[in-house]
């Protein structure tokens, strides 16, 4: 039998670039056959119930089955600190001839952007540099698009490699996310900072932590094998 059945897994209001809010809708085909015309719409009220604002989740191209897809607000919304809201959205896709399907999904927020560096840890890899890993924690109720910059430093503070990574990494609310790279260079021995920077929200000063680290030597506390922290 033919069956159309989308569903919403995620759906959350999302802090952009500029400072404004917009709206991510993740859904999956629980199908056996491609959903036609996906959209979807957003509406925002304030805390009395009054509305604030509308966002169109402009439609996509045909969702295949098992196939998951992610719907971006058209615009943003100048939401502001201080106030609760509500956005109630909407995902519609075609049955056949038959009228349209319509899923539903809320959520409450505030804005206020939450986000911590879990950890910071250096593991030594014996074919290749070090691997250099952060993790995020997104603590809030808005999803973040967190840059992150990883710089390598000598203990005389020396530079020796900074890489932006995490680009187009969305962070939904609550979730905890790991970011790993490897440094092209193997390190001698000796002591080291990796630097973590990361800038989330447009209104505030980025995060900064510094985690010392050593390569190797015969006192202290080298970083460990890789393969030992998977193993």
Do not use: K
Not at 48 to 68: C, H, I, Q, Y
């Amino acid at each position: 039998d033919i069956t159309r059945e989308g569903r919403i897994t995620q759906f959350a209001p999302v802090l952009e670039a500029d400072g404004r809010i917009g709206f991510r809708m993740q859904v999956v085909n629980d199908g056996n056959t491609h959903l036609i015309s996906p959209s979807g719409a957003v509406t925002v009220t304030l805390a009395d119930g009054s509305p604030f604002g509308s966002l169109e989740l402009p439609e996509m191209p045909p969702l295949l089955p098992g196939a998951e897809a992610m719907l971006v607000s058209q615009g943003s919304l100048p939401l502001t600190d201080g106030g609760d809201f509500r956005a109630d959205a909407t995902f519609t896709y075609q049955v056949g001839s038959e009228e349209g399907v319509t899923l539903t999904a809320s959520a409450t927020f505030t804005i206020s952007p939450e986000l911590t560096l879990a950890t910071a840890s250096v593991c030594e890899n014996l074919d290749r540099g070090p691997t250099l890993a952060v993790t995020l924690q997104n603590e809030g109720e808005l999803g973040l698009q967190p840059l992150v910059t990883l710089m390598l430093e000598s203990e005389t503070g020396q530079a020796l490699g900074t890489a932006p990574v995490g680009g187009g990494l969305l962070l939904w609310p609550g979730e905890q996310e790991r970011i790993a790279i490897d440094f092209p260079e193997r390190l001698v021995s000796g002591a080291y900072r990796l630097v973590t920077t990361v800038q989330f929200d447009p209104a505030a000063a980025p995060l900064v932590q510094e985690t010392p680290f050593q390569i190797g030597g015969l006192g202290g506390a080298p970083a460990p094998l890789c393969s030992a922290q998977s193993a």
